[in-house]
């Protein structure tokens, strides 16, 4: 049962334009969520985090937006740079819970 | 680099075998947690330890098992293995115990041959 789903595998994007990941969630006691990047050969890396209590959170050119009612969050990222191809995974928990983590969204920035 | 050691990096093997892969956390961490991601698939959770006790368990098989050392180190065991446990293996560290940022290591890759 995937509790936080990417339904896009991949996105293109030109350089400049902003970037925006999608992910949804059914557990409706997550209150924490987390971008993670990864880029072949890695682990992935901390990007970006948002508690349930705010709907927005920015850091720098990359913002993750919360929707509860809709069990939505975004990551946008503007503008979008080659270095930010990778793919992205959002992840979820509830307090003291472990993470759920989505499928992956392979972003690819073109020149 | 996230402070996060694996190894082996790559691992083959045939069904039926057993294997251990190991973890070295952050230092000053004291969480470490084990995901399986399979081709295609998200990252699953297997098991997170807390300074040395069992905290959480997730998708862990019966074959599997972990354990975290008193110098914090993890090792994760499969045994019985099967075709369908190849994957990349991920161990993440945390300061504390529930939710926070965790940091990967590189992966372990295993392939059962």
Known sequence: DQQVKQNSPSLSVQEGRISILNCDYTNSMFDYFLWYKKYPAEGPTFLISISSIKDKNEDGRFTVFLNKSAKHLSLHIVPSQPGDSAVYFCAASAVGNQFYFGTGTSLTVIP | ?113
Do not use: M
């Open chain 2, 1 to 113: 680099d996230s402070g996060v050691t694996q190894t082996p990096k790559h691992l083959i093997t045939a069904t039926g075998q057993r294997v251990t892969l190991r973890c070295s956390p952050r230092s000053g961490d004291l969480s470490v947690y084990w995901y399986q991601q399979s081709l295609d698939q998200g990252l699953q959770f297997l098991i997170q330890y807390y300074n040395g006790e069992e905290r959480a368990k997730g998708n862990i098989l019966e074959r599997f098992s972990a354990q975290q050392f008193p110098d914090l180190h993890s090792e994760l065991n499969l045994s019985s293995l099967e075709l369908g446990d190849s994957a990349l293996y991920f161990c993440a560290s945390s300061v504390g115990g529930t939710v926070g940022e965790q940091f990967f290591g590189p992966g372990t890759r295993l392939t059962v041959l």
